[in-house]
T-cell receptor, first 113, second 117 residues
Framework: AAGVIQSPRHLIKEKRETATLKCYPI?????VYWYQQGPGQDPQFLIS???????DKGSIPDRFSAQQFSDYHSELNMSSLELGDSALYFC????????????FGPGTRLTVL | AQKVTQAQTEISVVEKEDVTLDCVYE???????LFWYKQPPSGELVFLIR??????QNEISGRYSWNFQKSTSSFNFTITASQVVDSAVYFC??????????????FGKGTLLTVNP
């Protein structure tokens, strides 16, 4: 069965650079969630989209932006990267018409040097 | 606001011991889901179980069992006859369903389980 795809799986950036993380949800899933997990921390909700509109917002820095496209994939754009942005970024997708369970992608490990 | 508390930061056991991971939650919703995830050193989040707030039946899956008690707002997870491969961080999580919560997950801080041979 198809799963949530995240790319890239690993990313290394310098401080003040920009990064773009991509998430491809499971087919027929219309909702995407982004979570950030710092080292030794629990995943924290950043932002979510339903039918290409932002549906909820958590503790997402102003330097970050995200969107969901017409094919339902989502991108998380991170600018002016800081050392503290080093984390595992998870994307999860949900399709209420299919089930009400979120499925997580494998995560993107971002390292900011 | 919803909150999940996993009071045990780290647990260390010897193989074949039984171990229980505690989870206590807070929510104002009457309808919600509770989850357990396993995160091995490789980093992915492995789904273990989801429980609806209306279903207080305990569940057993192989060596895993879950005890959901609404009266004490607890959703504890027991591994019977632990194995080295069970070593991981285990997260309990809550998702409110009503009130426009959007099904987003709130995680506990996690419990690091180490099973020694």
């Amino acid at each position: 069965a198809a799963g949530v795809i995240q790319s890239p799986r690993h990313l290394i950036k310098e401080k003040r650079e920009t990064a773009t993380l991509k998430c491809y949800p499971i087919p027929r899933h219309d909702t995407v969630y982004w979570y950030q997990q710092g080292p030794g921390q629990d995943p924290q909700f950043l932002i979510s989209f339903y039918e290409k509109m932002q549906s909820d917002k958590g503790s997402i820095p102003d330097r970050f932006s995200a969107q969901q496209f017409s094919d339902y994939h989502s991108e998380l754009n991170m600018s002016s990267l800081e050392l503290g942005d080093s984390a595992l970024y998870f994307c999860a997708s949900l399709g209420l018409a299919v089930s009400n369970e979120q499925f997580f992608g494998p995560g993107t490990r971002l390292t900011v040097l | 606001a919803q909150k999940v508390t996993q009071a045990q930061t780290e647990i260390s056991v010897v193989e074949k011991e039984d171990v229980t991971l505690d989870c206590v939650y807070e929510t104002r919703d009457t309808t919600y889901y509770l989850f357990w995830y396993k995160q091995p050193p490789s980093g992915e989040l492995v789904f273990l179980i989801r429980r609806n707030s209306f279903d207080e039946q305990n569940e057993i899956s192989g060596r895993y069992s879950w005890n959901f008690q609404k009266s004490t707002s607890s959703f504890n997870f027991t591994i019977t006859a632990s194995q080295v491969v069970d070593s991981a961080v285990y997260f309990c999580a809550l998702s409110e369903i009503s009130g426009g919560s959007n099904y987003k997950l709130t995680f506990g801080k996690g419990t690091l389980l180490t099973v020694n041979p």
